[in-house]
């Protein structure tokens, strides 16, 4: 069975916090805190890109698992803020490690891509096409902030998570992935600029296209409804009840959208991990990141069933159990 053997995750050193952001646009510590639970995120500096990001994770999932870059037979990196549109990130990512027997392609799910990238990575090792994985979710996601818009440069950090997918009867299992997208709803939260649609000119820059932009009220709501769907129906087909779950390990997009999630669910708010206020959100490096802390913080033990569970642009969502 596809098992995660490997787990590592990389957050650069520069920290933005709230007091920060008050000297650059019109907020307050304690609004962001209220209305969104982060206090401070992680951003790159010194011409450190995605691609840096995710190698530095991938390194320390590959030394987790024991696996050398020989062995990866398939690099999926998941982000929306690549190095460059083509080629793609894990073309980099494939040089900077020497993987050089791995093929290697970015997926595009925004923050459900690790979700997206696990589901692949999966399948190619069930059917034993591939042996060796490595998913990465990695973003600069301060790249395309606008921080002059005080709606959403308080969200957004840098960051990146990794794992190793294999066949193993010891490590933790994916029992699970389940995938969704709703395209209707694709205009809610996107950067409309830098695609064929609109090509940087004078004129995408002036309107500021080439930042994040979104309908933060209906992406919330649209979040808490989807989340909570996509978890009582992985439960049920699974076998599970929901008081089988020891940990949900939900995206960090935003404190309110878990704890609403988890009211709805009527499970306490002990049972979903929390560290949206370090980092705020960092797209699809958020859950690898979360199990490697949930994990260095003692929360994760074996046997126990966790629920990873995401939500993002496109929309898509996509939820995961592994049994720990
Ligand atoms: O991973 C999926 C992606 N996640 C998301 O896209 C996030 C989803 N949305 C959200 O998290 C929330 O909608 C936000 C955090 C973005 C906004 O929270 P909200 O409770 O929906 O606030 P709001 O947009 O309704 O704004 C309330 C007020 C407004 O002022 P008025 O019109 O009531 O006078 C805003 O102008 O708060 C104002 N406001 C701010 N005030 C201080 C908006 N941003 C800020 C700010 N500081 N940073």
Redesign the pocket.
């Known amino acids: 069975m596809a098992s995660i053997t490997g787990i590592g995750s990389y957050l650069p050193n520069k920290i933005l916090t709230n007091y920060d ?1 008050e000297k650059m ?4 510590d304690e ?2 805190i209220q ?2 639970g982060i206090r401070e995120r992680r951003i790159v500096e010194n011409g450190m890109i995605t691609s840096d990001l995710a190698t530095e994770a991938s390194l320390r999932a590959m030394e987790d698992a024991g696996v050398t870059a020989e062995e990866l037979d398939m690099i999926i990196s998941s982000t929306i803020t690549p190095d460059h549109i083509f080629p793609s990130t894990s073309c980099y990512i494939q040089q900077k490690l020497g993987a050089t027997r791995a093929s290697a392609f970015d997926i595009l799910a ?2 459900a891509g690790f979700i997206y990238a696990m589901s692949i990575g999966q399948s190619f090792v069930n059917s034993g096409a591939m042996k060796t994985v490595l998913i990465v979710g990695a973003e600069c996601l301060s790249k395309i902030t606008d921080y002059t818009d ?6 957004f950090g840098d960051g990146a998570g990794a794992a190793i997918i294999q066949k193993s009867r010891t490590k933790h299992e994916i029992l699970s992935t389940n995938l969704a997208a709703d395209g209707i709803q694709a205009d809610v ?1 996107i950067m409309p600029g830098g695609g064929a649609k609109n090509p940087a000119s004078l004129e995408s820059v002036q309107q500021r296209m080439h930042y994040i932009q ?1 309908k ?2 209906e ?2 709501k649209l ?1 808490i409804n989807n989340i909570t769907n996509m978890i009582l129906e992985t439960v049920e087909k699974n076998g599970l009840r929901l008081k089988d779950i020891d940990l949900i390990i939900p ?1 960090q ?2 404190l ?2 878990i704890e609403a999630t988890m009211e709805k669910l009527g499970l306490p708010m002990e049972k979903a991990f929390v560290n949206i206020d370090k980092y705020g ?1 960092t ?1 699809s490096a958020s859950i690898p990141i979360a199990i490697d802390e949930a994990r260095k913080e003692g929360l994760l033990h074996k046997g126990n069933i966790v629920m990873l569970v995401a ?3 496109g929309l898509t969502w996509g939820s995961s159990i592994i049994r720990w």
């Not at 646009?25 to 307050?28: A, I, L, N, P, Y």
């Not at 005080?150 to 969200?155: D, G, P």
Request: charged share 15%; glycine share 8%.
């Open positions: 952001l646009v019109d907020t307050t609004w962001i209305r969104t925004a923050c005080r709606a959403t440069c308080v969200l939260l979104f933060g009220k992406v919330f979040a995206h997009s935003n309110r959208i959100n797209s939500f993002g642009g």
